[in-house]
């Protein structure tokens, strides 16, 4: 016996099996997804969800789980958002989600860099010249100044007694200056 779609030729949309459409398994995974996608929307606060492309509708359907004190309320109120995402643009959704949590780590990787250049700066005047090589519009008298004073900063906080606390206002403000030269 052969089947109508083996004879055809264009075996492109079906899958392994002899199948046309996803299995119930795999539709049960992805209505999973969705409500899993639902719940990290239902965290937001009301501006990220505002920044994100959704309907008036799915935007209320959140606003609403978020107010629900209900445990079996808000289960359901939070299923009612996985359905309501099947007609939403869910990949830009997840990308937002994606760079605001990624973003994070991104500017935490920069401020350790920052961190790391400064210290450079204070400890060897060579770190000045090869930052100001890569940075040409440097104001180079300024950056000198703030090196300075964060040098005799730190001399005087290494003569300080046990107990006393030790002053990082031109610690920050080189930080500050470095960050501004780098954004």
């Known amino acids: 016996m052969s089947f109508p779609h083996q004879d055809s030729g264009d075996d492109a949309e079906f899958d392994d099996n002899g199948y046309d459409r996803p299995s119930k398994s795999q539709v049960k995974r992805d209505l999973l997804a969705l409500v899993d996608l639902g719940k990290q929307l239902i965290d937001l606060s009301p501006g990220q ?6 309907e008036e509708r ?36 997840r990308h937002q ?35 100001l090589q890569t940075h040409p519009s440097a104001d180079v008298q300024q950056l ?12 005087q ?6 107990g006393q606390e030790p002053q990082r206002k031109q610690y920050r403000a080189l930080f500050q200056a470095l960050k501004a030269l780098l954004a």
Request: charged residues 35%; positive net charge; proline residues 3%.
């Open 49 to 54: 969800l505002r920044q994100l492309p959704l």
């Open 58 to 93: 799915l935007y209320e359907a959140i606003r609403e789980a978020q107010r629900t004190t209900s445990r079996e309320g808000l289960r359901r109120q939070t299923h009612f958002v996985g359905k309501l995402l099947r007609i939403a643009p869910v990949d830009e959704i």
């Open 97 to 131: 989600l994606d760079v605001w949590e990624n973003g994070s780590r991104e500017e935490t990787a920069a401020m350790h860099r920052l961190e790391g250049l400064r210290d450079r700066l204070l400890a060897d005047d060579e770190a000045l010249t090869t930052l």
């Open 144 to 155: 000198r100044a703030v090196i300075r004073a964060a040098r005799k900063e730190s001399q």
């Open 157 to 162: 906080n290494a003569a300080l007694n046990p």
